[in-house]
T-cell receptor
């Protein structure tokens, strides 16, 4: 079954404590993205990866890092989380670039609360 | 900068009625997605519209794209309670390798009541 798997699904953490949200896809997709969803703002792209070792900033990259050492994994790293990073996070993957109009697969989401 | 506006933000409608959700975007693009999201859930792909004049229908939902007007619509016919959800449109911006992105509208929260 085609899947994008995120972990953890729910996390409450404290300000400044580094955390990583993992994302893994089993479809051999080259293109992966991270989004955050906030009320009234829709989803906003944080980072984007076109292939292994190739990443680019999205619209809201401040406070986040990513890495793409393997095609299937695209972890999101919060080096020093702050309360304004409390949000619902989605990982997504696709076989072709987003502008190609192909199907985009989203993970189940990770609820992150920073206190 | 590509911006996507959806309206209305909230829609409360009676079962059996028809209504349309509008998605306007600010730059040229012919790649438009519609998603459905249930509370606390992921995004479910509804439609991908790939050219001017594209129309797609699935059940009580029909989506269309007018790239000249930079407008997509999601039309709901004879609404039923099961359609209650939040609907997002998203536009693929950039169009080149290093500016590939998906810009989402703010979402329309639809509630269908008896």
């Amino acid at each position: 079954e085609a899947q994008v798997t995120q972990n953890p699904r729910y996390l409450i953490t404290v300000t400044g404590k580094k955390l990583t949200v993992t994302c893994s896809q089993n479809m051999n997709h080259e293109y992966m993205s991270w989004y955050r969803q906030d009320p009234g703002l829709g989803l906003r792209q944080i980072y984007y990866s076109m292939n292994v070792e190739v990443t680019d900033k999205g619209d809201v990259p401040e406070g986040y890092k990513v890495s793409r050492k393997e095609k299937r994994n695209f972890p999101l790293i919060l080096e020093s989380p702050s309360p304004n990073q409390t949000s619902l996070y989605f990982c997504a993957s696709s076989f072709l670039p987003l502008y190609s109009g192909n199907t985009i697969y989203f993970g189940e989401g990770s609820w992150l609360t920073v206190v | 900068e590509l911006k996507v506006e959806q309206n209305p933000l909230f829609l409360s409608m009676q079962e059996g009625k028809n209504y349309t959700i509008y998605c306007n975007y600010s730059t040229t693009s012919d790649r438009l997605y519609w998603y459905r999201q249930d509370p606390g859930k992921s995004l479910e792909s509804l439609f991908v519209l790939l050219s001017n004049g594209a129309v797609k229908q699935e059940g009580r939902l029909m989506a269309s794209l007018d790239t000249k007007a930079r407008l997509s619509t999601l039309h709901i016919t004879a609404a039923v309670h099961d359609l209650s959800a939040t609907y997002f449109c998203a536009v693929a911006g950039g169009g080149s390798y290093n500016t590939d992105k998906l810009i989402f509208g703010t979402g329309t929260r639809l509630q269908v009541f008896p």
